[in-house]
Nanobody, 124 residues
């Protein structure tokens, strides 16, 4: 089970940190990803991290502004979002995908466990 939190309302240029806590299993052989869905748009990939290797992957739209990292002690993945823009407004979902040490997937089809979304609203 994945539990996402940390969404809220922030002004453009501000920061937010999202959390995704995993329970019921260990995710050492998984990749953890963040996706987002804006109103009227399809769900899109934001970033992911391979839990074992720490390898990360970012969508071009968030590179340099967002950082994904994990905390092994509490089975939590974080998404630090800086320099937020109004176009970052969306419901953000965390998800988990079976993978190996060398692969970090970006397709939502490869993610098998999904948390509930958390809403991020960036005002201009």
């Amino acid at each position: 089970q994945l539990q996402a939190s940390g969404g809220g309302l922030v002004q453009a240029g501000g920061s937010l940190r999202l959390s995704c806590t995993a329970s019921g299993r260990t995710f050492s052989s998984y990749a953890m990803g963040w996706f987002r869905q804006a109103p009227g748009k399809e769900r899109e990939f934001v970033t992911a991290i391979n839990w074992s290797s720490g390898r990360t992957l970012y969508a071009d739209s968030v590179k340099g502004r967002f950082t994904i990292f994990r905390d092994n002690t509490d089975n939590t993945v974080y998404l630090q979002m800086n320099s937020l823009k109004p176009e970052d407004t969306a419901v953000y979902f965390c998800a988990a995908a079976h993978t190996n040490l060398y692969y970090t997937p970006s397709s939502s089809d490869e993610y098998v466990y999904w948390g509930q979304g958390t809403l991020v609203t960036v005002s201009s």
